[in-house]
């Protein structure tokens, strides 16, 4: 993807307790900046998490989560963090993340892809996603999602 393709952008400065000896940031600390840009992602759309969710009746877990790592980021760099729902399923949705540094918007530094899985909130058993939650996805995305796409055409 490109930076372009996001409209879902926030920046976040690295700091010291988030390196490790290698003066680099420590890889599980990227999954959690990945969470920060999906729990804003939630708020950008008008469904702040948890309580928008449970509100409709549904829940988000992580099934699957895997980042791929270009570049070294270190102490007190700073990261333009986007991201955008890539593609639909009938249960799931998958969240693209990308990260880069501020005004280097050629290649990014961390890429990753999570899928979430639409649980009831009380048996925590798969449920469709809910039709909000759509709405209000291609309502804010400047790319359709992948299976929405196919759905809009037919």
């Given at each position: 993807m490109a930076y372009a393709e996001y409209r879902h952008r926030f920046p976040l400065r690295v700091r010291w307790a988030e390196v490790d000896l290698q003066g680099v940031v420590f890889n599980a600390h990227y999954l959690a900046y990945t969470d920060v840009c999906v729990t804003e992602y939630w708020r950008a759309i008008g469904?702040?998490?948890?309580?928008a969710?449970?509100?409709i009746g549904a829940d988000l877990f992580v099934r699957k989560a895997t980042l791929e790592y270009h570049a070294p980021v270190t102490y007190d760099d700073e990261l333009e963090i986007c991201g955008r729902i890539s593609r639909f399923g009938t249960t799931s949705l998958s969240f693209r993340v990308e990260?880069?540094?501020p005004g280097r918007h050629d290649r990014a530094l961390v890429d990753g892809d999570l899928v979430y899985v639409c649980t009831d909130p009380i048996s925590k058993s798969p449920q469709r996603l809910p039709a909000l939650l759509r709405e209000r996805v291609l309502a804010f995305e400047t790319i359709v999602p992948a299976e929405a796409a196919a759905n809009a055409a037919g």
């Open positions: 469904m702040v998490y948890p309580g969710f449970l509100a990260m880069f540094a």
